[in-house]
């Protein structure tokens, strides 16, 4: 049986319907039937490596896609579309297959083929008694779609899941299939590369540009993330003080304030969110502060609720009123901040896996994520609100998330701290004109900034420039290494030549 499929000319959507576009050719991808997990990965690799040869061939695009979660076009291309969901198999390597320098515990490795589901992930290491590091707030993301665009939590300390990753293996073509990882810190030995059949590459800038990398390096085929042993977080979802939140968004001094978390408060939790309603904005906020905690003997699933992000019938109810009554949006978040907001919990305990779980949020929302450092939340802030005091209001409402500085070059992550500063909402005009608007705000008062590469933004070439520098530079250049100028164009599609990313310069010898 063919695991690739063409299925040719197809309508192709991604799960929030921003995207609705013809593509010319929907691929779909499976592993074989039988064998071994090495042989099924092994065949699937030259299935993929063939298909990008012969596309590189006629002088195609083709786009790898994973859970479609990005609201941005970055997965769609209207030529070739290659779906990665049923490429799931994931084991844990053996301790023969690390590097001598590599003193840590084997089991807490995972190699995971590029379309498994975190959710699936997750599953997996629970049964392990092991955890991922982090994830974002709901798990429906391939690992390969996750990194790729930098999907964030709120691990203060941590960092992204991109940050978990140790190690890629990457198919270009049907001879240039490798695996990189860091030559500062090498995980696996040869003998690993050599059972995936690819070449390893110990090179730390390309790493760090290929691990969140817009489907822009090439087929990320597997994936290594270092995991650890699972561990519980205990939540506290409350209102927190008005001044509280203002000094915990621009320092995260958790020692400086009295939290209503109990014993825990003056500690400094694992993740940390505050949601803002910008029509009501000097009322106390409602926090999500959740505090680390080792992993039980035994876990006891608790009662979920599905809703992890904002309930979708309130937000569904609230694009319904602002659409048939312009201008109502300030009226209608008033009325329904207590059903948007998450509801108190006091002390409850659950695994990462069940904290951050599935979400039935679907339709037409709107999601733009701005990074800023940590001590311009509070400006930034009060600019945004200024604005739409300027502009008018808008459907939506404000969460600022909290993240460690990542080492990938293009993660949007690249402050000391960033805070991701999240506008949520109802997709329409009125939002996409907002969010236009705010570049030249930030500009203005002096605060440098990044987008999410998953979410609505108004960016183009130059401000990807503003936001990187030097940065995307070195990003470009890496591409040369492991590819040349048109396998460089096969993997770009108009949203990434848009923003620049495009870009090729024969800048070194390739790993070839
Ligand atoms: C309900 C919902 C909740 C979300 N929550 C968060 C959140 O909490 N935090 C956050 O940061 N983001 C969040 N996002 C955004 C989302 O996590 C990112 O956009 C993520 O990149 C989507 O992953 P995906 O598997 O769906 O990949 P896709 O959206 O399908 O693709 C993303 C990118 O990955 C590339 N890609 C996919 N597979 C491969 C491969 N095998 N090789 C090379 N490139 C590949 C694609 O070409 C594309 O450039 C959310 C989105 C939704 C819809």
Request: net charge neutral; proline share 5%.
């Amino acid at each position: 049986m063919d695991r690739i499929k063409h299925t040719g000319p197809k309508l192709w959507t991604n799960l929030h319907e921003s995207v609705i576009s013809m593509t010319s050719d929907l691929i779909t991808s499976g592993n074989a039937r039988v064998g071994t997990i090495l042989e099924k990965y092994n065949e699937t690799a030259e299935d993929i490596a063939l298909l990008l040869s012969e596309t590189l061939h006629s002088q195609k695009k083709i786009r790898p896609c994973g859970g479609k979660w990005s609201i941005t076009p970055v997965a769609f291309e209207k030529t070739a579309i290659i779906e990665t969901d049923h490429l799931n198999l994931r084991w844990t390597p053996a301790s023969s297959e690390t590097n001598p320098t590599f003193i840590q515990d084997p089991k807490n490795l995972l190699f995971a083929q590029c379309g498994a589901k975190i959710k699936s992930l997750s599953i997996y290491l629970r049964d392990r008694k092991k955890s991922l590091k982090a994830s974002g707030a709901s798990n429906g993301q391939t690992i390969a779609g996750a990194i790729s665009c930098g999907t964030h939590g709120s691990a203060i300390d941590f960092g992204s899941i991109h940050d978990s990753v140790v190690g890629l293996n990457i198919i270009v073509n049907k001879n240039k299939n490798y695996y990189i990882q860091r030559a500062s810190r090498p995980i696996m030995n040869e003998t690993f590369a050599a059972s995936i059949q690819a070449k390893l590459i110990n090179d730390d800038d390309l790493f760090n540009a290929a691990v969140v990398s817009m489907g822009c390096f090439g087929f990320i085929h597997g994936v290594m993330l270092e995991t650890e042993d699972w561990f519980m977080l205990k939540n506290y979802t409350k209102n927190i003080t008005l001044q509280d939140a203002e000094l915990l968004m621009n320092t995260l001094q958790f020692d400086a304030v009295n939290l209503p978390t109990g014993a825990e408060s003056g500690q400094r939790p694992y993740h940390f969110k505050l949601l803002i309603n910008p029509f009501n904005p000097t009322k106390n906020p409602k926090a999500e502060i959740l505090y680390k905690k080792p992993g039980p003997d035994k876990y006891i699933r608790p009662a979920l609720n599905d809703e992890s992000t904002y309930p979708k019938d309130a937000l569904g109810f609230i694009a319904k009123i602002t659409q048939n009554i312009p201008g109502s949006d300030r009226l209608t978040i008033n009325l329904l901040e207590s059903s948007i907001f998450p509801k108190d919990i006091d002390g409850a305990e659950a695994l990462l896996y069940d904290t951050f779980s599935d979400t039935s949020l679907h339709g037409k929302t709107f999601a733009c994520a701005i990074g800023i450092p940590l001590d311009k939340t509070h400006q930034t802030l009060t600019s945004l609100l200024k604005l739409i005091d300027n502009h008018g209001s808008i459907p939506a409402i404000f969460a600022l998330r909290f993240i460690k500085k990542s080492n990938a070059l293009m993660a949007f992550s690249r402050f000391e701290h960033t805070c991701v500063f999240e506008i949520d909402g109802v997709r329409n005009q009125n939002m996409s004109d907002y969010i236009k608007k705010i570049p030249a705000i930030l500009r203005q008062n002096n605060i440098p900034f990044t987008f999410h590469w998953g979410k609505d933004n108004p960016a183009d070439q130059a401000m990807i420039a503003e936001m990187y520098g030097a940065s995307l530079t070195l990003w470009i250049n890496q591409k040369s290494k492991i590819m040349n100028s048109p396998e460089a164009a096969m993997f770009s599609n108009d949203y990434t030549d848009h923003l620049g990313l495009d870009d090729w310069t024969p800048e070194y010898e390739e790993y070839v």
